[in-house]
């Protein structure tokens, strides 16, 4: 299935993201890892505000959208089942992906504010696998992984106010776009993670 994945900053995404990947066997396409892999990338020939997307993350501000567009266009090119995590973000990129593909499945998952920036202020990585822990909701077993967990650079406080800023002013139209088409499901995002997961899976095997 081609599936999109909504919902504001540290809403479960990425979460439920690696839990559809294994259980439906499709590709993950994330705009956020994807420049976060690439951020000292050189795009001064764009003649943009900043010169590589670093610039825009660190500031909790949306990478330009020409940018983005090319990284999913690219992406969607050689893959037949997705989850898309982290695009589109705005009405303008929307449209771009309307001309890329169509979509089985446009799922969201609604979380209140104040979990939300309690999830991202506590959210750890693992640098060499990519999972996704949390201080408190999801600590790792194994010690030695405990060792290595990094805190993303744009979880301190002030990044994720503006982050959750900027998702209102421009991604929240995005959802409710979604909604007067008529093609929007509702997860409530704020249940534990399997049961998150259980809810998720039921979506897309009735709508896929
Ligand atoms: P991106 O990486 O997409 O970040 P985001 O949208 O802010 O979302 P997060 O990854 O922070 O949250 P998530 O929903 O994946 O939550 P997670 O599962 O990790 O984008 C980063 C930046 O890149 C942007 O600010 C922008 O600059 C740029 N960018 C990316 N895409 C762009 C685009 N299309 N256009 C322009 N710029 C773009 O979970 C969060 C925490 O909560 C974790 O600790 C997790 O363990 C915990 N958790 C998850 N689920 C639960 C649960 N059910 N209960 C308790 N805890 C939970
Ligand atoms: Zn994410």
């Known amino acids: 299935p081609r599936i999109l994945i909504l919902g504001a900053p540290g809403a479960g995404k990425g979460t439920q993201s690696a839990k559809i990947v294994e259980h439906f066997d499709v590709e993950h396409i994330t705009t956020g890892d994807a420049l976060r892999s690439n951020k000292q990338m050189d795009i001064s020939h764009l003649d943009l505000e900043y010169d590589t997307p670093a610039e825009y993350m660190d500031q909790g501000e949306l990478v330009p959208d020409e940018v983005v567009n090319a990284i999913v266009d690219e992406a969607l090119s050689s893959a037949d089942g997705f989850i898309l ?11 771009a992906l309307e001309d890329m593909t169509d979509l089985d499945v446009v ?3 609604d979380v209140s504010e104040e ?11 693992d640098p060499e696998t990519g999972d996704i822990y949390h201080v408190e909701y999801n600590p790792p077993e194994d010690p030695e992984v405990e060792e290595r967990l990094e805190e993303r650079e744009d979880d301190t ?4 106010r503006e982050r959750l800023r900027v998702y209102q002013k421009n991604t929240a139209p995005v ?3 979604y909604e007067d088409e008529g093609s929007l499901e509702r997860v409530d995002g704020e249940q534990a993670p399997d049961e998150v997961w259980d809810d998720v899976k039921a979506t ?5």
């Open 85 to 95: 995590d982290g695009y589109p973000r705005n009405l303008e990129q929307v449209e």
């Open 107 to 109: 799922l969201t998952l």
């Open 115 to 125: 979990e939300l920036v309690h999830r991202l202020t506590g959210r750890r990585m």
């Open 157 to 160: 406080e002030e990044t994720v």
């Open 175 to 177: 959802i409710e776009y």
């Open 204 to 208: 897309i095997e009735e709508n896929a």
